[in-house]
């Protein structure tokens, strides 16, 4: 029996390594992301108290922000650490972003906060370059992509929310993109009690196991890709997750998805186990920008997510 344990952990790295090679898209290459203001988040505090259980090997993650409404009046240095936003007053809406397989936090929009809208006074939209992604170190691995989300997360939520008598008064959103949903579900699940007042707003969720076979079976590579599959960790399933995350949440479905289906997001949907309202983009695929005519549905969300959501007065 000893022997074969060497065995199996190398059959289990290699078919994880096919997984992260198969599923992540990682790029490094410098972007162009004015207006936003780049941050560096130190993770070392976080990991030396063991929070992240040693999911996060990372130092620190690469992060964009917009700032919205008041918070203008408030200078914050470019390339920035978390230190040098100590005196500036947190905004009255926080948003955390987490983009798809292939995105990169510098070429993130405000969205859903409308600047010719404003939805509160101030609003901050803090997107991530996951490990491995942009200028934050270490690999693109779906091993640590939650444990490294809910650290940074953390980091975040510590500097950039404003707390109460009755809790926090700092409007929390999770907003994922494709695969960027799924540790925004992750982070939503371990939020309820703390910050009440959090909002999931995520677009084409997948479940990676339905996907990745999907897309194997036009190879003729199913059966490779089932034995590849069957390492995907837990903390990326996507219906396990829904099934753990209670906060209010918004689901935009691209009608015309052919990489994540609807069926499979209608599952997740399904399985979800907080309030939930479900807005389908017509006429769009996985990628498509959204246009004029899903603005009503999208105000129509944002009025009902925001209702749902409990922030002390």
């Known amino acids: 029996m000893k022997s074969m344990r060497p065995i199996r952990n190398w059959s289990r790295r290699i078919r994880f390594g096919l997984l992260n090679r198969f599923v992540?898209?990682?790029?490094?290459?410098p972007i162009d992301?004015?207006?936003?203001?780049?941050?560096?988040?130190?993770?070392?505090?976080?990991?030396?108290?063991?929070?992240?259980?040693?999911?996060t090997p990372n130092e620190w993650i690469e992060c964009f922000v917009h700032r919205i409404g008041d918070t203008t009046a408030s200078k914050v240095a470019d390339n920035s650490s978390l230190d040098d936003w100590r005196d500036i007053p947190p905004p009255n809406d926080l948003v955390?972003?987490?983009?798809g397989t292939g995105g990169r936090a510098e070429r993130s929009t405000p969205f859903p906060?409308?600047?010719?809208?404003?939805?509160?006074?101030?609003?901050?939209?803090?997107?991530?370059?996951?490990?491995?992604?942009?200028g934050s170190p270490g690999h693109a691995t779906l091993k640590n992509l939650s444990g490294a989300a809910a650290a940074w997360s953390q980091k975040i939520l510590d500097a950039r929310t404003q707390t109460v008598a009755d809790g926090?008064?700092?409007?929390?959103?999770?907003?994922g993109n494709s695969l960027g949903c799924l540790p925004a579900m992750h982070v939503g699940a371990s939020l309820m009690d703390a910050y009440p007042s959090a909002i999931l707003w995520i677009r084409n969720p997948p479940d990676l196991r339905r996907v990745i076979l999907n897309i194997s079976a036009r190879y003729r590579a199913t059966t490779a890709m089932q034995h590849v599959s069957a390492v995907l960790p837990k903390n990326v399933d996507a219906i396990d997750l829904a099934a753990r995350c209670e906060i209010?949440?918004?689901?935009?479905?691209?009608?015309?998805?052919?990489?994540?289906?609807?069926?499979?997001?209608?599952?997740?949907?399904?399985?979800?186990?907080?309030?939930k309202l479900v807005v389908e983009l017509s006429g769009l695929s996985h990628d498509d920008v959204l246009e004029e005519e899903h603005r009503p549905?999208?105000?129509?969300?944002?009025?009902?997510?925001?209702?749902?959501?409990?922030?002390?007065?």
């Open 168 to 175: 926090c008064s700092t409007r929390i959103w999770l907003c």
């Open 297 to 313: 549905a999208i105000n129509n969300a944002l009025d009902w997510v925001i209702h749902q959501s409990q922030r002390p007065a």
């Open 248 to 275: 209010p949440a918004v689901f935009l479905m691209s009608e015309k998805d052919s990489l994540v289906l609807p069926e499979y997001q209608m599952a997740i949907h399904a399985a979800y186990a907080g309030p």
């Open 96 to 99: 955390l972003k987490f983009p």
């Open 33 to 55: 992301y004015r207006p936003q203001v780049r941050c560096r988040v130190s993770l070392l505090d976080h990991m030396n108290s063991g929070a992240n259980n040693g999911s």
């Open 113 to 134: 906060m409308q600047p010719n809208q404003p939805i509160s006074p101030s609003a901050e939209v803090w997107t991530w370059n996951p490990p491995g992604y942009g």
């Open 24 to 29: 992540l898209r990682p790029t490094t290459e």
